[in-house]
């Protein structure tokens, strides 16, 4: 018998022994290609009406000197290959023989049509062979089922086959068919040089196929999931840290973008994790990670939720030191931020260069604990500090001693009262001053950038000049700036609208339910919610009430109460019939933002 009939008998023997296979194998080679196929059964009784499929089959034999030591890979022919692959597909079987009487050991490979695809296309023009890797054959009948169960399902993959993105987001089900060598229990990258598979889909239509490529299979563990267990170390917690599985033994806490905590699945002994910190840009984020890092690693306790875990960080570094002066300069500049009521979450510590850092230290106490210093000044003067992208707003006062100044928040209390604007265009024997707030003296762009402005006291600053019109009217106007600087600053749009809503119920509790306060309430809203219809119906008595009023064709009334009910095409030919200068000033206002670019795009130029 030669070694390829002794091949042959070999799987036969293993075929057998599964009650649902039958082969149809021959021992002899007359056929081109394949030596054969394996009908699949829905029962033990093999008849017209349990047949399933059938697979064709290629059995070679090989011979080595050891079986202990050979290499559980075959070339295959190229002219085979494309064979196969118009016949979708093949069960590939190479049986290693020993030379020394040793039991022959049955190998395999699910050669599908995606599979077969993928090594031709690796070939390169004048290449005649492909060396393919084989597996084992299993000796579980179940297990050789679910080989032939994979190959047999494979037959209806369509290399070649475009499925467009929208079919892909139609897919209601997917089913993934292995030969059960592929692990469920760990992530698992599937592709067919490494894994005999074969993956259906199903639409919403009903619609069926095989998709093709390259998969990643992730088990539930080891998706990141948010937890609700705080995690604390020290004076920094972190709330909803996010959790997942890194391997059989580990599991990651993200607690955040910056900083993760490696703990083993340890059970009630005692264990050993790490924790792992890289620096994130934003002043408060790095403080919270560092902190919590210094904290671990010098040896203090962590708690899930409120108990206390057994998992000991013992870390040593080398730039301990290091990274604990940087933490000191963290806590510095943080509570410098706090103390002038500025958000730590907004400074960009990429932004700071060593300059602003120095002029910060040196600031610090001045602000936080009234230092007076020596300074070349001849009168009160403002100082403007950059912190990054923004500033704080400071005012220099004479000291205690003889030319020495003191430096105060703008913003502080004390300044309240202190302020008028001066109209530098009235006459000099008429001059006006108005009594004003520090949020009057910053113009729009100021205003924006400004991080101590306090906004929790914005009311309170305007409350001693409610009597006064003027100061009134200087108020409309810091919530106009307000709802600019919430436009064009998102990470602050919610502080500045919340002041400039604040503003503006103080405005209509003083002034009334004037059209212009009504607007700015409904434009506010418009911002954070969809306007209901009680808001458009007091936007259409105040366009009626300003038509009714106005000598000119339209007015800015009529066209902001376009813009908030969203019709836009009456927006663009109530403008038209504005003059030039109503035109210019309304483009100056935050209402005009809210119409949208394309809108903009095809209107005439001068409403761009």
Known sequence: MNIEQKAVGKVNDAILDCDHLEPYIASIDRVPLTDGHIDIHSSEEHTKTTFIGRVSVQVKGKTVKNLDLYNKTFPVDRADLEGYHKDGGVLYFVVFMGVRGQSPKVHYKVLTPYGIDELLRSMKPAQKTKTITLRKLPADPDRIEKILNVALRAKREVPGSQLDAGLLERITELKLHTDGNIPFDEPVTLDRANQDFTLEFRTAGGMTGNLDGQFELVPEPYIKRQVNVPVTCGDYTFETPSRRRVSKELTEL??????????????????????????????????KDLGFFVECTSGREILFGETPTKI????????????????????????????????????????????????????????????????????????????????????????????????????????????????????????????????????????????????????????????????????????????????????????????????????????????????????????????????????????????????????????????????????????????????????????????????????????R
């Open 254 to 287: 993200e607690l955040s973008p910056g900083l993760k905590l490696t703990v083993p699945e340890t059970g009630e002994r005692e264990a050993v994790g790490s924790v792992s910190f890289t620096t994130q840009r934003y002043l408060e984020n790095r403080y």
């Open 312 to 607: 000991q960080i013992n870390q040593p570094l080398d730039d301990q030191a290091e990274l604990e002066s940087h933490f000191r300069f963290l806590t510095e500049l943080r509570e410098l931020i706090i103390g002038i009521h500025g958000n730590p979450e907004l400074i960009d510590l990429d932004a700071l260069d060593q300059r602003r850092t120095q002029q910060l230290e040196r600031l610090k106490p001045m602000i936080m604990e009234g230092l007076e210093e020596k300074q070349d000044f001849d009168r009160p003067m403002r100082l403007r500090q950059p912190v990054g992208e923004w500033n704080i707003e400071l005012i220099f006062l004479e000291g205690k001693e003889q030319g020495e100044w003191r430096c105060v928040d703008l913003f502080s209390k004390e300044l309240h009262p202190c302020f008028f604007k001066h109209d530098l265009e009235a006459p000099e024997d008429e001059p006006v001053a108005v009594r004003v707030t520090p949020y009057d003296i910053l113009d729009t762009e100021e205003l924006g950038k400004c991080l101590n402005l306090n906004l929790e006291l914005i009311v309170g600053a305007y409350d001693p000049f409610a009597i006064y019109p003027e100061s009134r009217s200087e108020a409309n106007l810091t919530v106009l700036k307000l709802i600019h600087a919430a436009d064009k600053y998102e990470c602050r749009k919610s502080e500045f609208l919340d002041a400039a809503t604040r503003l503006n119920e103080w405005l209509i509790e003083n002034e009334g339910e004037e059209p212009l306060h009504i607007i700015n309430q409904l434009q506010l809203k418009y911002r954070i919610l969809d306007l209901d219809e009680e808001d458009r119906k007091k936007l259409r008595a105040i366009k009626r009430e300003a038509s009714r009023k106005t000598m000119s064709p339209t007015s800015t009334i009529e066209v902001a109460c376009a813009i908030l009910m969203q019709d836009f095409d009456e927006v663009l030919e109530c403008f038209e019939l504005l003059n030039v200068e109503a035109q210019e000033s309304m483009k100056t206002w935050p209402i005009w933002n809210l119409v949208p670019a394309e809108h903009l795009e095809s209107a005439p130029d001068k409403a």
